[in-house]
Nanobody
Framework: QVRLVESGGGLVQAGGSLRLSCLAS????????MEWYRQVPGSQRELVAT???????TYADSVKGRFTISKDNAKNTVYLQLNSLKPEDTAVYYC?????????WGQGTQVTVSS
């Protein structure tokens, strides 16, 4: 059974940093693309960053140069480093994987950036 567990969210002042983690289990972690999304209440989930199985990374324009996604296959964990945070980055952050025919989500971790 695939399971994703996020952690690392919290309250931070504008300009600060956080590192989010997503621990995955029940899948062949080396062979999947991992993604981070975020969602603000009343809005659709937004794709923030992707780390592909061939170690290519892509980012939403809104976070380029500030966020960094990384993947540690030995620890079955994908990270999202959030730097130079802005109040508009406030959201619940989710990790995501497409495995087989299914899309799996974690429970999310709240990031709140105060001005």
């Amino acid at each position: 059974q695939v399971r994703l567990v996020e952690s690392g969210g919290g309250l931070v002042q504008a300009g600060g940093s956080l590192r989010l983690s997503c621990l995955a289990s029940g899948l062949r972690f080396n062979y999947v693309d991992m993604e981070w999304y975020r969602q603000v209440p009343g809005s659709q989930r937004e794709l923030v960053a992707t780390f592909t199985r061939d170690r290519t990374t892509t980012y939403a324009d809104s976070v380029k140069g500030r966020f960094t996604i990384s993947k540690d296959n030995a620890k079955n964990t994908v990270y999202l480093q959030l730097n130079s945070l802005k109040p508009e980055d406030t959201a619940v952050y989710y990790c995501n994987v497409l495995y087989g025919s299914y899309t799996y989500w974690g429970q999310g971790t709240q990031v709140t950036v105060s001005s």
